[in-house]
C-alpha cells in the first residue's frame, strides 16, 4: 500500500484530503508546514507527498527543496489556489512532479496521485 504524506496549514484541507486517500486504499500521514514536512518525510519514507505552497514557518517550495536534499527521487505533487502560476513554476522548477489546484476536485486528486505513482513505478 502506498503511502501519501498530505501537507497543509489548513487542517480542513487535511482532514480531507485524508480522507479521500484513505478511502481510496492509500496509508496516510500529515504535517502542518513545510518544516514538519521535512521531518515526516524523513520518518516516515512516503511514496508520494500532497505539498501546499503557502505555509506559515516554511513554506511548501522550500520544503520541496529540502526534501530533494535529503531524497532527490522523492514525489512531490504541489497544491495551489487559483493565481499562484509564477510560485507552481518555481515549485517546479525545485523537484515537484506536478500540482493540483483548490479547491480540490476529489476525481483529479485520485487521478493525479495515481499517475505520478504509476509514472514513478
Known amino acids: 500500500?502506498?503511502?501519501?504524506?498530505?501537507?497543509?496549514?489548513?487542517?480542513?484541507?487535511?482532514?480531507?484530503?485524508?480522507?479521500?486517500?484513505?478511502?481510496?486504499?492509500?496509508?496516510?500521514?500529515?504535517?502542518a508546514n513545510g518544516a514538519e514536512a521535512v521531518n515526516k518525510y524523513q520518518e516516515e519514507k512516503p511514496d508520494l507527498v500532497l505539498m501546499d505552497i503557502t505555509m506559515p514557518v516554511m513554506d511548501g517550495i522550500t520544503?520541496?527543496?529540502?526534501?530533494?536534499?535529503?531524497?532527490?527521487?522523492?514525489?512531490?505533487?504541489?497544491?495551489?489556489?487559483?493565481?499562484?502560476?509564477?510560485?507552481?513554476?518555481?515549485?517546479i522548477r525545485a523537484g515537484a512532479k506536478d500540482f493540483l489546484v483548490k479547491p480540490y476536485q476529489p476525481d483529479r486528486v485520485l487521478a493525479t496521485v495515481k499517475r505520478i505513482m504509476e509514472v514513478a513505478g
Open 63 to 91: 520544503a520541496v527543496k529540502e526534501i530533494k536534499k535529503v531524497d532527490p527521487s522523492a514525489k512531490v505533487v504541489m497544491c495551489t489556489a487559483l493565481g499562484q502560476q509564477s510560485m507552481v513554476i518555481e515549485a
Open 1 to 31: 500500500m502506498a503511502k501519501i504524506l498530505v501537507v497543509d496549514d489548513a487542517i480542513y484541507v487535511r482532514s480531507k484530503s485524508m480522507k479521500l486517500l484513505s478511502e481510496s486504499g492509500y496509508e496516510v500521514a500529515e504535517a
